[in-house]
């Protein structure tokens, strides 16, 4: 059969394997996968003037023609010469091939999607926590907007982001129409490119009146007036270019910004609503802002854990599993009245199952020596243990969630989401405490 995508990192990797002992005289290698998708070789200018390094890529270059088919080079066309093979690959997503010292597989893709560069966790206050979920429809922004509540009902400064750039709404739960802002974060991120956005910092944050002890500062997707929306939203993702040899990619340009408003509120605690799916907006939140935990809403149902299973199986191909894992918590999302026991329960059995075969070591279960982690199904401290978020008909959609919050007793906001609040209030740490 004619190799596909899925084919290429194996067939390198098999190449790789034939020529082992001939590497050490071409390193260090990067495997190019361009736009479409098609395969080249990077190596240091330097071997030009090497007649043994030259024989080497010659073989590599034949090898790699007949395993790739239509996703390699003619053999002659199959290699790169770069001065400085770091340089090419700095901007890009990437890993490292799995058995390899010095080779690295790098991606050029159309959009700035990096799944695979995980930013360190912000050492300095406050805590930065993102609510995700690979599908939607399963009250994630319902949940982030109640936590909010909750968080400065118990006298929290809570900043709250809508980064659900491409379907909005988290701030209509939490501000009426007449308190919203004039700009949001889709016009902080253009005016930006063009050094305008400093006067915007300032109309971007609104306060919500359903803070009585602490503050929600609420930071909307768009303005009051979302204004021409589409044509902004398509200049996001641009990179900054103001120095044409080191532009600044967008969700560097996203994390300034997140710094400067927490510059200028003082939040105790961030939270991120980040968009469902797989795609720049996710990535970013997830693994590019530094932030932890990582809440990864979920339904005991085939869709969510199949879509989990592609992400959690990327982050273990590309080498990163070590420096995310012990960020994420798993949320059972959507727990019906009735059988609400044995939903949590069959979610937690899917998340194991899903944690045991891609994050945690094969180790015994709260074994932790040196890098090895894993835990047993029943620990409630372990990433895959779900907090359970209920199903309520108040609680049903943003549109009534301002009034719900307001109109329902403290006791039913905690049976819907008591256990996801506690968890949250302890990571943000005694009020007035910032540096959690």
Known sequence: MT????????????????????LAVVKPLVVNRDLNGRVRLIVPARLRSSEQAVAVLDSLAGALEAALGPHGYPARSAFLFEEDTESVSMDAPGFPLEGFVDVRVVDRL??????????PIISRAPRRIVFYSIKGGVGR??????SAWALAQAGKRVLVLDLDLESPGLSSALLPPDRRPSFGIVDWLVEDLVDNAEPLLYEMVATSGLAH??????????????????????????????????????????SRLIGLLEDQHN?????????????????????GLGADPVLLFATADEQSWSGYRILLQHWRTAGVAETIRERLQVVAAMVPEVDSVEYVQATREQSYELFLDEMYDEVAPGDTAGRLWSFAESDASA???????????????????RG??????SR??????????????RLAGPVGDTNV
């Open 3 to 22: 190799p596909t995508f899925d084919d290429i990192v194996p067939r390198v990797r098999h190449v790789l394997e034939t020529h082992r002992d001939d």
């Open 110 to 119: 159309a959009l700035e999607s990096d799944w695979a560069s995980v930013a």
């Open 141 to 146: 922004s319902t949940a982030l907007a109640a």
């Open 213 to 254: 002890d602490g503050e929600i500062y609420v930071v909307p997707a768009h303005g009051r007036d979302p204004g021409e929306y589409i044509a902004k939203l398509g200049r996001v993702w641009m990179a900054k270019r103001n120095d044409p040899h080191r532009p600044e990619g967008w969700v560097t340009r996203l």
């Open 267 to 287: 939040p105790d605690v961030v939270l991120i609503d980040a968009r469902a799916g797989i795609d720049e907006i996710a990535a970013a939140s997830i693994v």
């Open 383 to 401: 990433p895959h243990y779900p907090c359970a978020v209920r199903w309520h008909r108040m609680f049903s959609g943003l549109r009534s969630l």
């Open 404 to 409: 719900s919050l307001d109109d329902m007793e």
């Open 412 to 425: 039913d906001i905690e049976l819907v989401f008591g256990s996801l609040i506690a968890s949250l209030a």
